[in-house]
C-alpha cells in the first residue's frame, strides 16, 4: 500500500517529533518548557506544571489496545480524574516512581482517580508485561511502542508528555490540568492530583 502525497510529507514531520521524544527520554527534564504556542500554565520550583481551571484544554483522541490486549479509549473516563503516566520498561527512573504510582492509585481510587499508562518504546509486550508484573501495577497501560499516542493525543499549546518518565493528570471535563516531565514521589504526584479531587 502507497502512501498518500500528503502522508509522505507529514512523515518528516512525525518521525523528527518521535526522535526528539527518544532523545529526551529519561532525560530528568525539570518540565520547564512547554507544547508550544500560549500554554496558559505555571510551573513552580519541583517542576510541576499547573493549567488554572479556566484555561485548560481537552486532549485529542488517546485510545488503543492495552497491554493485556483490551480495548481502551481514555474519553470513556470523563468524569474521573485521570493519571496518565509515559513509561518504558527499559527506563530507570520508571521503576523508581513505579512503587509510587501503584500507592496513590490504590489509594485514590474510591475518590474517583484512574490511573492508565502509555507504555512507550517497548518493541515487544513482553518486558512490559513483566515490568506491570514486578512492581504490581493494576492499572492498565495503552501500548504505544512508537509513541503515536503520545504524539497525536496532546494538542500544541497544551502541556505534553516530552521525556519518559512524565505524568499528565486530566480533570474531571478530560482537560490537561497538570504535568511533570520526571520520575515522581508519592509526595509530588498527591500534589498534582488533589486540587482536582477538591475541585467540584
Known amino acids: 500500500m502507497s502512501l498518500s502525497r500528503a502522508s509522505r510529507a507529514a512523515l518528516p514531520?512525525?518521525?523528527?517529533?518521535?526522535?526528539?521524544?527518544v532523545l529526551s527520554g529519561c532525560s530528568g527534564d525539570t518540565g520547564k518548557s512547554g507544547g508550544g504556542g500560549d500554554t496558559n500554565f505555571v510551573t513552580d520550583t519541583g517542576g510541576i506544571s499547573t493549567v488554572a481551571y479556566g484555561k485548560r484544554k481537552p486532549t485529542g483522541e488517546i485510545s488503543g489496545e492495552t497491554l493485556e490486549g483490551k480495548r481502551l479509549d481514555v474519553a470513556d473516563l470523563k468524569g474521573k480524574i485521570v493519571v496518565l503516566n509515559a513509561w518504558g520498561s527499559w527506563c530507570?527512573?520508571?521503576?523508581?516512581?513505579?512503587?509510587?504510582?501503584?500507592k496513590v492509585s490504590n489509594d485514590l481510587k474510591s475518590k474517583g482517580v484512574e490511573?492508565?499508562?502509555?507504555?512507550?518504546?517497548?518493541p515487544n509486550k513482553g518486558s512490559a508485561i513483566a515490568f506491570e508484573k514486578d512492581y504490581?501495577?493494576?492499572?492498565?497501560?495503552l501500548y504505544d511502542p512508537a509513541g503515536a499516542l503520545i504524539l497525536s493525543g496532546f494538542p500544541k499549546g497544551t502541556l505534553t508528555p516530552?521525556?519518559?518518565?512524565?505524568?499528565?493528570v486530566l480533570d474531571r471535563e478530560g482537560k490537561i490540568a497538570a504535568r511533570a516531565?520526571?520520575?515522581?514521589s508519592e509526595k509530588q504526584l498527591r500534589k498534582m492530583i488533589d486540587p482536582l479531587v477538591a475541585e467540584k
Open 162 to 168: 516530552q521525556s519518559i518518565p512524565s505524568t499528565v
Open 92 to 102: 530507570a527512573p520508571c521503576r523508581a516512581e513505579a512503587p509510587n504510582l501503584v
Open 13 to 21: 514531520t512525525a518521525l523528527l517529533a518521535v526522535g526528539t521524544l
Open 115 to 122: 490511573f492508565v499508562g502509555l507504555n512507550t518504546r517497548d
Open 136 to 141: 504490581n501495577v493494576k492499572f492498565p497501560s
Open 181 to 184: 516531565l520526571m520520575a515522581l
